[in-house]
């Protein structure tokens, strides 16, 4: 299994609304990451977790809330969010914190907030 | 002064021509570079990593410059299926930074 999977793909969600993303992967990597990519735009860190710790947060608002129940999954719960929050969730896996064989992402959730 | 910059493009080109796109970095620290693909509305994905001895895979050549701080992607006989958005990413102290991406609009 070579596959990071995330669900849902799409998502639309109110600005009350609470809900949460999905990332999963069996390759055995201990590194997992959150990135928020606009259009047009490149991917952008959100947060890092290192052997189910969290490593990086890159000043990301509290109204996403990333968790990692073990070493195959990570969610990001979302609450309270705005219009311009609208944008592809990557998550991403690789053997070990900035492993030099890179990434592997998966297929992204598309979260649109009304 | 962003991590690594490139040249967003697009580039159009024909099918059948070499294309190449330089990436420069600011930290010379740096260790491991790489050029992912992206498809409209779809994720990246990883193409090659790239070494200073410069790698090829088929169609593809990596190059890293250490010297002027740069990496390039050559595509060989570009094909219609090589439209996408290349991605540069280099790492920082265990951070990966992305390029905004080049676009290749490789045309018939």
């Known amino acids: 299994d070579t596959e990071v999977t995330q669900t849902p793909k799409h998502l639309v969600m109110g600005m009350t609304n609470k809900k949460s993303l999905k990332c999963e992967q069996h390759?055995?990597?201990?590194?997992m990451y959150w990135y928020k990519q606009k259009a047009k735009k490149p991917p952008e860190l959100m947060f890092v977790?290192?052997?189910?710790?969290?490593?990086i947060n890159e000043s990301v608002p509290s109204r996403f809330s990333p968790e990692c129940p073990n070493s195959s999954l990570l969610n990001l719960h979302l609450h309270a969010l705005q219009p311009e929050d609208s944008a592809l969730y990557l998550c991403a896996s690789s053997q070990e914190q900035g492993d030099l064989r890179g990434y592997t992402f998966g297929s992204g959730t598309r979260l649109t907030v009304v | 002064r962003k991590e690594v910059e490139q040249d967003p493009g697009p580039f159009n080109v024909p099918e059948g021509a070499t294309v190449a796109f330089n990436c420069t970095y600011s930290?010379?620290?740096?260790?491991?570079f790489f050029w992912y693909r992206q498809d409209c509305r779809k994720e990246p994905k990883l193409l090659m990593s790239?070494?200073?001895s410069g790698n090829e895979d088929g169609r593809f050549t990596a190059q890293l410059n250490r010297a002027s701080q740069y990496i390039s992607l050559l595509i060989r006989d570009s094909k219609l299926s090589d439209s996408a958005t290349y991605l540069c990413?280099?790492?920082?102290?265990?951070?990966?930074?992305f390029g905004s991406g080049t676009k290749l609009n490789v045309k018939p």
């Open positions: 990413v280099g790492n920082n102290f265990n951070k990966f930074y």
């Open positions: 790239v070494y200073s």
């Open positions: 930290n010379s620290a740096s260790q491991s």
């Open positions: 390759m055995g990597h201990r590194a």
């Open positions: 977790y290192s052997y189910e710790k969290l490593s």
